[in-house]
Each structure stands twice: as structure tokens, then as C-alpha cells.
T-cell receptor, first 111, second 113 residues
Framework: GESVGLHLPTLSVQEGDNSIINCAYS??????FIWYKQESGKGPQFIID?????DKRQGQRVTVLLNKTVKHLSLQIAATQPGDSAVYFC??????????FGKGTRLHILP | DSGVTQTPKHLITATGQRVTLRCSPR?????VYWYQQSLDQGLQFLIQ???????AKGNILERFSAQQFPDLHSELNLSSLELGDSALYFC????????????FGPGTRLTVT
């Protein structure tokens, strides 16, 4: 597959450890946030979302935290596995329903 | 497999030309979104259609246009192509007009030479 974002920040995590990927969003009026996972050669895949009236949401092995005070979003992946290796994007639903994606973080799993 | 299909998978064309990219959303989804992904710009939202009507507009150039047909498939037309238009173009669909839980297609790789 083709690499996306060759110059993205990279987070290297030991297999089995927890991963935390951070994202700063741009607009305080954004009301909905999503995390996507993109594997090499594939389209982005929805992981988890959160609305602005919440500060935490849990899924299967993933948790999203939202801090509106500092416009910060994080994705926590528990017990990181080799299959979690991908580029992770946060996205916000901004004014006029324009969707704004972050630059992405590459997650690299160490054996 | 997300259920969203895009054709063609690859497209190579020359500057100044016009191309059409096609997207079929997941069965039952009413919204279609188009995105451009390049190495230097990341993922850029272009435009959204909901049940045939334009709903939201992002960073779409005037040389680009889109439409959604009664059967809900969508086409993205790119004209007067420039080298900088070379990118991956993704289509995504969602059940409603909101941006919630979008399902992305495999993308069309456009190369402008």
C-alpha cells in the first residue's frame, strides 16, 4: 500500500502497553469529534466519536477524552496490538458543518 | 469492506484535462462526502451531499464540482487539472445529514502528469 503522510509525528509503543494519541482542535464552536484509523493503502476507518456535551466516551479497548477548556482531544488504546499500527486522525465538526481533520499521528508498535 | 465503492481505483491524466470520479454509498446511507488526501495537506473535506442536495462545503476549488443523483450515487468532477491536484480522493457515506460515523471508500488515486 501507499504511505500516507510520510512526515507525520510518530508514536512508538510496546506491544501490550497503552497508547495515548493527542490532538489539538481548532474551533471552540465545534460540537462533534471523531477519531479515525487509516491503515496503509486503505481509507480512514471510524473508531469512536464524542459530542461536545461529554468529556469521556469508551468503546472496545478505546477511550476518547475531550477537554474543551484547552481544545484538546485524546485517544487511548488499551493493550496495544500489532493490528493497531496505523495513522490516526482526529476530526471536528466545525461551523457550517465543515469537517476539519487534524494532521494525523503514526502509531508504531514495537514487538 | 466498508460498503462504499469508488471507481476508478487509479486514474492518470494530463494537465488541463477533466475527470469524473464516482462513488456509491453504503446501502441506505443518504449522505455522501468527498475528501482529498495529499501528502502535504493531509485530509481535506471538499463537499457533502444529503439526499441529493448540497449540505456543506469545505475547501473545494471552483474547478471542482460534485453532484448526488436520485439513486444516491455521487460524482466528483475535476476540471482544468493541475499537477497539484494529484492526490487520493475519498468518498464517505453516512446514514443521516450529520457527519456521524462516516464509512470511507477505498479511494481513487489521481495522478496528473
Amino acid at each position: 500500500g501507499e504511505s500516507v503522510g510520510l512526515h507525520l509525528p510518530t508514536l512508538s509503543v510496546q506491544e501490550g502497553d497503552n497508547s495515548i494519541i493527542n490532538c489539538a482542535y481548532s474551533n471552540s464552536a465545534s460540537d462533534y469529534f471523531i477519531w479515525y484509523k487509516q491503515e496503509s493503502g486503505k481509507g480512514p476507518q471510524f473508531i469512536i466519536d464524542i459530542r461536545s456535551n461529554m468529556d469521556k466516551r469508551q468503546g472496545q479497548r478505546v477511550t476518547v477524552l475531550l477537554n474543551k477548556t484547552v481544545k484538546h482531544l485524546s485517544l487511548q488504546i488499551a493493550a496495544t496490538q500489532p493490528g493497531d499500527s496505523a495513522v490516526y486522525f482526529c476530526a471536528e465538526n466545525g461551523p457550517d458543518d465543515k469537517i476539519i481533520f487534524g494532521k494525523g499521528t503514526r502509531l508504531h508498535i514495537l514487538p | 469492506d466498508s460498503g462504499v465503492t469508488q471507481t476508478p481505483k487509479h486514474l492518470i491524466t494530463a494537465t488541463g484535462q477533466r475527470v469524473t470520479l464516482r462513488c456509491s454509498p453504503r446501502s441506505g446511507d443518504l449522505s455522501v462526502y468527498w475528501y482529498q488526501q495529499s501528502l502535504d495537506q493531509g485530509l481535506q473535506f471538499l463537499i457533502q451531499y444529503y439526499n441529493g442536495e448540497e449540505r456543506a462545503k469545505g475547501n473545494i476549488l471552483e474547478r471542482f464540482s460534485a453532484q448526488q443523483f436520485p439513486d444516491l450515487h455521487s460524482e466528483l468532477n475535476l476540471s482544468s487539472l493541475e499537477l497539484g491536484d494529484s492526490a487520493l480522493y475519498f468518498c464517505a457515506s453516512s446514514a443521516t445529514g450529520g457527519p456521524y460515523e462516516q464509512y470511507f471508500g477505498p479511494g481513487t488515486r489521481l495522478t496528473v502528469t
